[in-house]
């Protein structure tokens, strides 16, 4: 006879023992909470390595007990590294020119990156000025003879060729920009009484100023100073330019007339250290 629905319901409770599974209330793993334990195990090795590691010199750097090819050990130099070696420019000059550089491959390539910006400057196209220029970075042996080969390039109508008269002087109401810029030095022959080293530049030249038919344009350029110790410094023998490598003209809008003038007056140069 089947129940009806009024009839009560009964319910059995079972002894705690044989309760089903599914009703037990253990505690169950939580993923999250392990996950992020391993994850701060992790974090915290990193940082331990970080500080470990923390102070120790890199190889091959300055200081750290291991030569660099070219540092001054007497070997040939390789290609120069592409970031600054730190070593920090020399605070002695003449002739507004920095001089005093130390007796090691670094201070070779600093030597020839000052000279090559004193060698590429407007003073450069005036005959007293340049005169002051060679004498402060030639070795005097050899002072003479570089003086007799500049003043026979440097001539009036060259310097007509920059749009300047022949002494040298830009047309009123213009100035007259010619800089040059190392971008990167190799030594190429080091050696501990002379050295040849290879200096990457760019270089700005031309008339700033409104009404200017020569306007101021960038070239590239590898100029090759070839120096000797003197004992105190060093010193010019030699230097050759060749063209390049230039790289490809970026997109950029060219600056006005004036705003290259206002530049040239209100940035000045640098002395430039390895």
């Avoid at 505690?27 to 392990?34: H, L, N, S």
């Avoid at 002379?194 to 409104?210: I, N, P, R, S, Y």
Wanted: aromatic share 6%.
């Amino acid at each position: 006879m089947p129940l009806s629905d009024d009839q009560p319901h009964t319910r059995t409770r079972l002894p705690v023992g044989e309760q089903p599974s599914h009703q037990m209330t253990a505690r169950q793993p939580r993923p999250v909470r392990t996950l992020l334990t391993v994850l701060l195990v992790v974090t915290l090795l990193v940082i331990a390595v970080s500080v470990a590691n923390r102070g120790k010199p890199d190889r091959g750097s300055a200081g750290s007990g291991t030569a660099a090819p070219g540092s001054g050990d007497g070997t040939q130099a390789g290609a120069a590294a592409t970031a600054p070696s730190g070593t920090k420019p020399v605070d002695t000059t003449a002739n507004g020119i920095a001089n005093g550089f130390p007796h090691t491959d670094q201070g070779a390539q600093s030597a020839a990156a000052n000279y090559a910006t004193a060698l590429g400057s407007a003073e450069m196209f005036r005959t007293a000025s340049r005169h002051t220029v060679v004498d402060t970075v030639s070795d005097p042996t050899v002072a003479a003879a570089i003086q007799q080969r500049l003043d026979a390039a440097f001539t009036a109508e060259n310097n007509g060729r920059f749009g300047l008269d022949a002494e040298g002087r830009a047309p009123k109401g213009l100035t007259f920009v010619s800089r040059t810029v190392p971008v990167g030095t190799r030594t190429t022959n080091y050696a501990d009484t002379a050295t040849t080293v290879e200096v990457w530049c760019t270089g700005l030249h031309g008339l700033a100023g409104d009404g200017s038919t020569r306007p101021v344009s960038q070239d590239w350029y590898t100029l090759t100073v070839t120096m000797r110790w003197t004992g105190s410094d060093w010193k010019v023998t030699d230097f050759d330019r060749a063209s390049g490598p230039a790289p490809v003209p970026g997109d950029q809008q060219a600056a006005t007339a004036q705003q290259i003038t206002d530049a040239v007056q209100r940035f000045g140069g640098f002395r430039y250290a390895r």
